[in-house]
């Protein structure tokens, strides 16, 4: 594993967060509740800039849900499960679900056999805005089946528990605040949720593809302006947190320099996000060609400390169970 | 309360409605591509050969095979839930008797299309005794693995065969294709119909004047609730629209 590197993440544990670090996410959910909250309540607050500032930390809130699922921001874990609720407002579905969505089975891509519930292969138009678009569309449904489904077999103790406990506090406090001012909710509120939430699934189209899930490090997007990743808790470094799941996302920086940079398809780093989507959905009307990598490719870029494949999988499975528990 | 300030809502009465109209298009979009999808079989399925299987070089005097890999996994409650890992079409050298001729069929890489209902039979326990004795297994982290195979054209049998065309492999069916591809494709276009019928019915209820009144508020919920479902019955459709060799078989046992 790699030493922890970041100042913000190293230091002596404080007292109530496992890092210093995490109070970046916090203060990210606090900021996104009051911009929710406040034109509800003040109808003076009732602005374009608003609507877009909360719909921008929707998309953080489902960045810090991700985070918060593979490792909890508290010491406590009765206040990790309730700090579940309180993202699952936010984005208007169980944070929960990305156990078994995520962790358990996004980690793993097409492994099992099966596509994963987020694969790019879900959406096939021509013109490839309307692939970012759709994604939503299809990786949603699916996503929430799936989540029904390994429910109805899982054996951990607690999931549908913390599931519907979630489920109840975030579609009971929209629809009291729908009760309240349905108008100002449905439009400050519920098009902010449904905002981030369909754009944390379209991370995935963006991130993986025309990318190779099959291959050891060429199998992610990354993004990796320094502005872009503070504010995103460094979810712009995806080829790391894939190959090391269990790696604070406070060290993935470093990480990705050191283990990533030497090996990865250089092409697969991109400097802005902006910059891709404006290139790669607006500028170019057809899908990207599937990059083909080469020859040299995985077996040349062995990391000798980096367990198998298949070793990396269990283990954080292990470890995202154990998390929600 | 409920309608509470509603002054200068409507810009963003106006993008919520952008919203909801750019993925119901997007949704009907998908769904017409998914029917065309099948329109190359179609055009061929108008001229499938369907005739009497004399002999079949497969295992046990069979001309193809469909199989699913399926992995089963229970939580220790007595049911195994599946899910697909893989669809196979296996297919074999045979003879088809048509009219009294007889035709040589070569179906490596062809599709093959069972009887879902048959291989639903073939998915289903023997016994109790079987559901007990794979609980075991079922309860690993891996699960129980297992192979749901349906044999199609079996000698004596009749089958449907619709040759190779271009890039597009032979297909070998034991379901009458022409039918089974009308009613995909008339679901698909009855589904896009309906969705831009409902669509526009809430749209025109949000719409009632007065501008944000109670009859709007209900146009707006019911927009609202028509967004949230029109996507899993978009998935929906997207799944009974794949052909038999690759339609989701799952299930349960217990």
């Known amino acids: 594993m790699a030493t922890a590197t970041s100042s913000a993440g190293s230091a002596a544990a404080p007292r109530l967060v496992r890092r210093r670090a995490e109070w970046r996410q916090i203060g990210i959910v606090a900021v996104y509740w009051s911009l929710l909250l406040t034109p509800v309540f003040v109808p003076a607050a009732r602005n374009l800039l608003v609507l877009a500032a909360a719909c921008y930390f929707s998309f953080l809130n489902s960045v810090v849900i991700h985070n918060h699922l593979h490792q909890g921001i508290f010491h406590s874990k009765r206040l990790n499960l309730v700090w579940r609720a309180v993202l699952s407002f936010g984005a208007l579905y169980p944070a929960s679900a990305n156990i078994p969505s995520h962790n358990l089975v996004h980690h793993h891509f097409d492994d099992d056999g099966d596509l994963d519930w987020a694969s790019p292969a879900h959406v096939g138009f021509g013109w490839n805005l309307l692939n970012l678009l759709h994604f939503p569309n299809v990786a949603g449904p699916r996503t929430f089946a799936g989540v029904q489904r390994w429910a109805a077999w899982s054996r951990h103790p607690t999931f549908v528990r913390q599931y519907r406990l979630e489920s109840v506090f975030a579609f009971g406090l929209t629809g009291a605040l729908m009760a309240f001012d349905f108008w100002g909710t449905l439009f400050f509120v519920v098009l902010p949720q449904l905002y981030g939430a369909r754009c944390i699934l379209r991370i995935n189209l963006i991130q993986h593809d025309r990318a190779d899930t099959a291959s050891e490090w060429n199998h992610s997007r990354n993004f990796v302006g320094r502005g872009f990743n503070w504010i995103m808790c460094n979810n712009g470094y995806h080829t790391i947190h894939h190959n090391r799941a269990g790696m604070h996302w406070s060290e993935l920086a470093d990480a990705h320099s050191r283990e990533v940079v030497p090996r990865m398809d250089p092409r697969l780093d991109e400097p802005s996000m902006v910059a891709y989507l404006l290139r790669t959905y607006l500028l170019n009307l057809r899908r990207p060609a599937k990059f083909v990598f080469g020859a040299a490719g995985d077996a040349a870029a062995q990391l000798p400390e980096l367990a198998s494949r298949a070793v990396r999988r269990a283990e954080a499975d292990a470890a995202a169970v154990a998390e929600a528990s | ?254």
């Open chain 2, 1 to 254: 309360m409920w309608g509470a300030d509603t002054q200068g809502l409507e810009v963003f009465a106006a993008i919520a409605l952008g919203f909801l109209w750019i993925h119901t298009l997007l949704i009907a979009y998908a769904a017409l591509l998914d029917r065309r999808g099948l329109a190359s079989r179609l055009a061929r399925a108008r001229e499938a050969v369907v005739g009497t299987v004399v002999e079949a070089a497969g295992p046990e005097g069979v001309l193809a095979r469909a199989e699913v890999d399926q992995v089963g996994r229970t939580k220790g409650d007595g049911v195994v839930h599946f899910a697909d890992r893989a669809h196979r079409s296996v297919g074999w050298a045979g003879v088809l008797e048509v009219g009294g001729e007889r035709h040589s069929l070569a179906l490596e890489g062809a599709e093959v299309w069972p009887e879902l209902d048959a291989r639903e039979r073939a998915a289903a326990p023997e016994s109790a005794a079987q559901l007990e004795s794979v609980l075991p297994q079922a309860k690993r982290a891996k699960g129980w693995r297992r192979t749901v195979a349906v044999d199609v054209g079996a000698v004596g049998s009749t089958v449907y065969y619709l040759p190779a065309r271009g890039q597009e492999p032979a297909i070998v069916s034991a379901l009458e294709p022409l039918g089974w591809l009308r009613t995909k494709r008339r679901a698909a276009l009855l589904f896009v119909f309906a969705e831009l019928a409902v669509a526009a019915g809430c749209t025109a209820l949000a719409l009632v004047p007065p501008a944000f009144g109670w009859v709007s508020m209900l146009g707006g919920a019911a927009c609202l609730g028509f967004f949230l479902g029109v996507q899993p019955l978009g998935v929906a459709l997207t799944d009974a629209l794949r052909t038999p060799d690759r339609a989701y078989l799952r299930g349960r046992w217990g």
